[in-house]
C-alpha cells in the first residue's frame, strides 16, 4: 500500500496537482486505504472518488490536493471543513497545519461523523475535532477561521461562512445548482466588511444540505 501510496503522490506531482512540500508530505503520510470502505480498498491509490456509503464520496486525490494547494495554509492555522466524509481531506489538512493547529470538521450525517471520528482518533489525530450538525451555517463555538473550505456543493455562499472567516483568511467553495458541474470560488476577506472572490473552474460535489444550502435529501 506504501508503494502506490507514493505512486499516487508521485503522479499528482507531475501532473502538476501537488506544488509544495507541505502538500507532498501531508499526501505521502496520510493512508487513503484506511478511509476507505473494505471492498474498495483495492482502489484506493487510483485518482479517482470512491464511494463511502450513505450516498456519499471521498474526493479524488488530486481533488484533495488542489484543496490544500488553494488553501495556502500554515502551520498554526485554525480551519474549518465543511463535509467531513471519511476523514482523509481532514487528516491531509490536518498534517500540514501541525500540531500548533487545530481542524474543526462538520458532518451532517450521523454514521460518517461517527465513523470519521473514531478513524481520526485511532489514527492519532488529536489536533482534529469532529463535529455533527449542519456545516452550512459554520461552527460559530470556534470563529473566527483563518481557512474555510466545503467538500459540498451549495446554491451560493453561506453568509455565515463569510462572516466566520478572520481579516485576511480564505473560503474555498463549491457553488452552483447543476448536479454535475459547479465553479470552485476562492473568497478572501480583505477587510471587516470587503470581501473578493474569484471563479477557479469547474468542478464536480455532491450537494451542500442545510439552512445555506439545497433543502433537499
Ligand atoms: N472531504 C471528504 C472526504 O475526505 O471524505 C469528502 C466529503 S463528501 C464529497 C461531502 C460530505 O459533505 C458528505 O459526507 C455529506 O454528507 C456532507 N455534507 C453535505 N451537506 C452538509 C452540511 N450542511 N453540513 C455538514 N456536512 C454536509
Known amino acids: ?17 501537488i506544488k509544495s512540500e507541505s502538500v507532498r508530505r501531508a499526501m505521502e503520510r496520510v493512508p487513503r486505504d484506511e478511509f476507505v470502505p473494505e471492498d474498495e480498498k483495492h482502489r484506493a491509490y487510483l485518482d479517482i472518488p470512491l464511494p463511502i456509503g450513505e450516498g ?37 489538512i490536518a498534517e500540514i ?11 451532517r450525517i450521523h454514521s460518517l461523523y461517527e465513523r470519521a471520528r473514531r478513524k481520526l482518533e485511532a489514527l492519532g489525530y488529536d489536533n482534529i475535532t469532529v463535529i455533527h450538525g449542519d456545516g452550512s451555517r459554520g461552527y460559530p463555538p470556534e470563529a473566527p ?12 455562499i453561506p453568509e455565515p461562512l463569510r462572516e466566520q472567516l478572520e481579516v485576511g483568511g480564505k473560503l474555498l467553495i463549491p457553488v452552483g445548482s447543476d448536479k ?8 478572501e476577506r480583505l477587510s471587516s466588511g470587503d470581501y473578493r472572490s474569484r471563479n ?12 445555506h444550502g439545497w433543502k433537499f435529501h
Not at 1 to 10: A, F, T
Not at 82 to 91: E, M
Not at 97 to 107: A, C, K, P, S
Not at 200 to 211: C, Q
Request: net charge negative; charged share 20%; proline share 3%.
Open 97 to 107: 497545519i501541525g500540531r500548533e493547529g487545530h481542524l474543526y470538521t462538520v458532518e
Open 180 to 187: 454535475f458541474y459547479q465553479e470552485l470560488v476562492l473568497v
Open 145 to 156: 477561521y483563518s481557512r474555510i473550505y466545503v467538500t459540498a456543493a451549495a446554491p451560493y
Open 56 to 92: 456519499q464520496t471521498i474526493s479524488a486525490p488530486h481533488m484533495v490536493a488542489m484543496i490544500a494547494e488553494l488553501l495556502d495554509l500554515e502551520g498554526g492555522m485554525k480551519v474549518l471543513e465543511v463535509g467531513t466524509g471519511c476523514g482523509y481531506n481532514a487528516a491531509v
Open 1 to 17: 500500500m506504501m508503494n502506490e501510496r507514493l505512486r499516487m503522490v508521485q503522479d499528482l506531482i507531475d501532473k502538476g496537482y
Open 200 to 211: 477557479l473552474g469547474g468542478v464536480a460535489f455532491v450537494p451542500l444540505i442545510g439552512k
